[in-house]
């Protein structure tokens, strides 16, 4: 398994105040756009034949027919007319190519006719989370590869040093390479989340305030995306694991059930950032409560201070104030002046000490 790394929130400006950015979802085929790319590798023998567009949809039908040829079909961001082609060559029952180009699925594995349609999701924290849609198909002596361009798959650490020493050991083998490359992916993705509940709570902490609270929801609704996109996966790998497949060497359960092994910790990991966010929530609440509290309290001493002022002075009123500055009155009201603006200042003394000032 690839190292875990600890990544930095991308999002950290969020609670800046600007509009929140909703979860996107993005899917393979694309219906209005032009064409995409289809990238055949196929092992023959012991070499690696690779084609690309209409010369591999041509070569498919003869390298799916060569003795002991092991066949990868990549396909980015194809147009509906590609997938329609690409489904033809392969002889995919009608099915698996309408939920393809559907998209909106949810993590899932059917076999249908012997064939065995996997989906997952490739997760992206851009201006929030990004969730793009990975169908793979795994038939007799070859997988096929459905996705956008946000996700190369020749760049996952299995492949990194190529495609032949993966592919030679059949498409099965290629399944679960390209499985727990995206499944690693979940755990720097699922560490980001966590460095922003941290940043979260810290601001709760410091200032809870309106921007804070909107980050908070704004959190929750991603680790519920997160949630709806990973958590069935679990359950994808555990009917691998456990079904009988027969287009899957027994020698690569081990591999499965090691994908499995992550997808529990990376469950239990995402279940825990989920009570974080609620109580962090909680803790926005007691925040507000307590300043709430803090502010009643400042007004109630200064209320006291202004109070015994108030009684004094109205006992004397406007007439006597006046007729002292004219200096008509005795001293005896300045003395009860005195006095009372000492009083009112160890009062303002004793309020400070208990903090209520």
């Known amino acids: 398994m690839a190292k875990r790394t600890r990544a930095t929130p991308r999002r950290a400006d969020a609670r800046a105040g600007r509009a929140v950015s909703p979860v996107a979802r993005r899917h393979a085929t694309t219906p209005e756009a032009g064409p995409g790319t289809i990238r055949v590798s196929a092992m023959v023998g012991e070499s690696l034949h690779e084609s690309t567009d209409d010369e591999a ?4 039908p003869d390298l799916l027919r060569a003795t002991g040829a092991g066949v990868w079909i990549d396909v980015t961001a194809p147009s509906q007319a590609q997938m329609a082609e690409v489904g033809a060559a392969l002889g995919l029952h ?10 909106n699925q949810r993590a899932k594995l059917e076999v249908t006719d012997g064939v065995v349609h996997l989906v997952l999701f490739h997760l992206l924290y851009d201006e929030g989370v990004v969730a793009s849609e990975l169908d793979m198909v795994l038939g007799l002596g070859y997988l096929l590869t459905v996705h956008d361009g946000g996700w190369d798959p020749r760049t996952s650490h299995h492949l990194g040093v190529g495609t032949t020493a993966i592919l030679q050991h059949g498409p099965d083998h290629l399944l679960w390479a390209l499985c727990d490359d995206i499944v690693d992916g979940y755990f720097p993705f699922a560490d980001q989340l966590g460095d922003a509940i941290d940043q979260v709570q810290d601001e709760v902490f410091a200032k809870a305030t309106p921007e804070t609270l909107e980050r908070v929801f704004e959190l929750k609704r991603e680790l519920i995306e997160v949630r709806r996109s990973i958590s069935p996966v679990r359950e994808v790998f555990n009917q691998l694991t456990n079904r009988d497949m027969p287009l899957i060497d027994d020698d690569e ?10 997808l529990i910790r990376l469950t239990d990991e995402l279940d825990t950032y989920r009570e974080l966010a609620a109580a962090t929530l909680d803790v926005y609440l007691t925040q507000v409560n307590n300043n709430l509290s803090a502010i009643m309290k400042r007004l109630t001493g200064v209320t006291v201070i202004l109070a015994g002022i108030g009684a004094v002075a109205g006992i004397f009123g406007m ?39």
């Open 319 to 357: 007439s006597e104030a006046n007729a002292a500055i004219g200096g008509g009155e005795a001293g005896g009201f300045w003395a009860v002046t005195g006095m009372v603006t000492v009083a009112a200042g160890a009062g303002l003394v004793f309020l400070r000490r208990i903090d209520w000032i």
């Open 57 to 60: 949809l041509q070569a498919l």
């Open 94 to 103: 009608p099915l698996i190519v309408e939920d393809v180009l559907e998209g």
């Open 253 to 262: 359960i081990v591999y499965f059930r090691d994908v499995y092994d992550h």
